[in-house]
């Protein structure tokens, strides 16, 4: 098991920069999958961005090239930054992590991208 705490959401300009980081409760190094996901309203919840312990990492296409993920082992921790921010990308944003068969969920920050 594991819990997980986000932190770093909150209201930006389009076109500005968020950091999101996300602090797991146990070592990371036994986690396989590090993920963000996010949920605007009214929407389905979609896969932003994962990272796999050994290395591989995915993105959504729309946020290609705008986002990094990166996965620090030895402090438990993943981020996400975010550039070029648009009103699209307003959500909640969730971080997940896979360990063997069980899919652990934090709270929850919220992105909101607006001028």
Known sequence: QVQLVESGG???QPGGSLRLSCAASRSSFSI???NWYRQAPGKQRELVAGSYNIGTIRYADSVKGRFT????NAKNTMTLQMSSL?????AV???TAVIGPGDYWGQGTQVTVSS
């Open 32 to 34: 396989q999958w590090m």
């Open 93 to 95: 944003y969730y971080c």
């Open 86 to 90: 648009k009103p699209e990308d307003t």
């Open 10 to 12: 909150g209201l930006v």
């Open 69 to 72: 993920i990166s996965r620090d």
